[in-house]
């Protein structure tokens, strides 16, 4: 069973920075696409961004276009840079992990999660 495990939550305010990681057991996980997802209080879990196994692709929700940035490396371990945070970003945040090598934004596709790490935007 692949294990996710999310960090670098927190408190944050408006227009301020955090980076969240999510390491990935590479036991028996050869290494698909990872995610990112988010999910509000009394709102439905939602795609932010994806990249693929090698890096050179990657696929974000408008919402975050421009402000969140996705990188992975090697130990399979995913990154969300977010700049410029607003409060409509307070979530629970989710990685994501699939066998398959391809990005997609639906949360079915993905077949290993983590426990999520909360995200709090003051205003």
């Known amino acids: 069973q692949v294990q996710l495990v999310e960090s670098g939550g927190g408190l944050v305010q408006t227009g301020g920075s955090l980076r969240l990681s999510c390491a990935a057991s590479i036991r028996t996980f050869s290494g698909g696409a990872m995610g990112w997802f988010r999910q509000a209080p009394g709102k439905e879990r939602e795609f932010v961004a994806a990249i693929s196994r090698s890096g050179l692709n990657t696929y974000y929700a408008d919402s975050v276009k421009g402000r969140f940035t996705i990188s992975r490396d090697k130990a399979n371990t995913v990154y969300l840079q977010m700049n410029s945070l607003k409060p409509e970003d307070t979530a629970v945040y989710y990685c994501?992990?699939?066998?398959?090598?391809?990005?997609?934004?639906?949360?079915?596709?993905?077949?290993?999660w983590g426990q999520g790490t909360q995200v709090t935007v003051s205003s």
């Open positions: 994501a992990a699939r066998k398959e090598d391809y990005t997609d934004q639906r949360i079915r596709t993905y077949d290993y």
